[in-house]
């Protein structure tokens, strides 16, 4: 069993700040990729950032913005999102590319999601 487990959401003002992580825990043998994405009412879950290894991915409506890092050795992925708009409200899910201690195989998982709401 996998399990992602995301903290850090909130309510936030215009131009403010949020710093979300995410802990991965259960049988792993490895994780390859770590990411967000994030899901607004109404409209289809979208990629938002991914880390790998050195290598970072961002969104474009995000770029300049938001920075995703990765502790290795606690499983951990974080995105620190600084200068929010209200457009960045949103169900925001932590994902993990891994393969399984159990099974040996490679899955995606998924956390249940932190709600991100900016607003004045």
């Known amino acids: 069993q996998v399990q992602l487990e995301e903290s850090g959401g909130g309510l936030v003002q215009p131009g403010g700040s949020l710093r979300l992580s995410c802990t991965v825990s259960?049988?792993?043998?490895?994780?390859?990729?770590m990411g967000w994405y994030r899901q607004a009412p109404g409209k289809q879950r979208e990629l938002v950032a991914t880390?790998?290894?050195?290598?970072?991915n961002y969104a474009d409506s995000v770029k300049g913005r938001f920075t995703i890092s990765r502790d290795n050795a606690k499983n951990t992925v974080n995105l620190q999102m600084n200068n929010l708009k209200p457009e960045d409200t949103a169900v925001y899910y932590c994902n993990a590319d891994l393969k399984s201690l159990v099974t040996k195989s490679r899955e995606i998982a998924w956390g249940q999601g932190t709600q991100v709401t900016v607003s004045s």
């Open positions: 880390i790998s290894g050195g290598t970072t």
């Open positions: 259960g049988y792993i043998l490895s994780i390859y990729v």
